[in-house]
């Protein structure tokens, strides 16, 4: 499988203007615009890790594209470079105006004594989490189907990572959008983000080619684990594509179809086209990623059924 002649184009943002500064955990997280574009965008540096198969910024525009192909709304995202820094343009997923709150506010409202610090996640889970997006809508411009609400979507959300083995759904890596006082919109979760903790992103090429030679790469995608939701210690991890079905259950027999159709659209063929349009990868990393896709998805539409 080589990599197409239509791969993926590099936005030069170097000329892109400092539009503001966030402080999140350890990290800086600076703000760019530009005149063509109406919303600001995040600058992500590459860290540059020499035995992983690919970089955060490739990582990070696949999930973005895999999101879009099985309809989760999510942040679009452009490879970059600014000077010699590699990286990736993230655009905000907020409209001009609206304020965006994390997961861990609110499920501070929903669940007594709520511990975001807590090893073992209590609380953050399905039935609390919709509990939490009672009151808010799907995600503007989201392209679902009317009717949908905001967990309606967070379950796509879920459905996704059980596609892609995202494995850093906790309560910061999702929110809600507020919109500005006097503004006749609704309230509602905010497109999905940052998916750098996907697809398999610590292996290294080796790890990669190990796994096509030894017919691993479904054994390997099953051991996923959703290790950023409540777990009682001392009993299995529950997998990704178990937290995704539970979520769906907790849905409409329509929504529950909805991603189960959504997932079984996704086809060899797009998820290929996707993964060679990736520039730079070895043949091997892309064979792994692909099947490593499909065979979510197959483990998914059992799930779901």
């Known amino acids: 499988m080589k990599g197409v002649s239509n791969e993926w184009p590099t936005v ?35 860290r540059q890790e020499r035995q992983r198969a690919f970089g955060e910024d490739i990582v990070e525009k696949l999930g973005s594209e895999l999101a879009r192909l099985l309809g989760v709304p999510a942040a679009r995202v452009e490879l970059a470079t600014r000077g010699e820094v590699r ?16 997961g861990r506010v609110l499920m501070s409202e929903a669940v007594e004594d709520y511990n ?6 209590r609380g953050h889970g399905p039935q609390a989490i919709q509990t939490a997006l009672r009151r808010f809508a799907s995600p503007p411009s989201s392209g679902l189907p009317p009717g949908f609400g905001a967990f309606d979507a967070f379950a796509g959300y879920l459905v ?3 596609l892609v083995a995202h494995v850093d759904r906790h309560d910061r890596n999702w929110a809600v959008l507020v919109p500005p006082p006097g503004s006749e919109s609704s309230e509602a979760l905010c497109a999905s983000f940052d998916h750098a903790a996907s697809l398999g ?6 790890d990669c080619a190990e796994h096509l030679r030894a017919a691993s790469v479904a054994r390997w995608a099953s051991q996923g684990k959703a290790s950023r939701f409540e ?12 937290l995704a079905g539970t979520a769906a259950r907790l ?7 909805y991603w189960q159709d959504r997932a079984r659209s996704v086809s ?9 349009a990736a520039p730079a990868l070895p043949d091997t990393t892309r064979r792994f990623l692909v099947e490593l896709v499909l065979a979510n998805r197959r483990r998914l539409l059992d799930e779901l059924s």
Request: net charge negative.
């Open 160 to 162: 996704f990572d059980a």
């Open 251 to 257: 849905c409409t027999d329509d929504v529950r179809t």
């Open 268 to 276: 060899d063929r797009s998820v290929a086209d996707i993964v060679g």
């Open 116 to 121: 975001p610090d807590d090893r073992e996640h």
């Open 201 to 206: 992103f610590t292996l290294s090429p080796a």
């Open 231 to 242: 777990h009682v210690r001392g009993t299995p991890w529950q997998s990704l594509v178990t």
């Open 12 to 46: 030069d943002a170097s000329a892109w203007t400092l539009a503001g500064v966030e402080q999140q955990g350890l990290h800086a997280h600076e703000w760019y615009r530009h005149d063509s574009e109406r919303r600001t965008w995040l600058f992500k540096p590459a």
């Open 87 to 102: 990286g990736v343009l993230v655009e905000d997923a907020r409209p001009p105006d609206w304020e965006l709150q994390h």
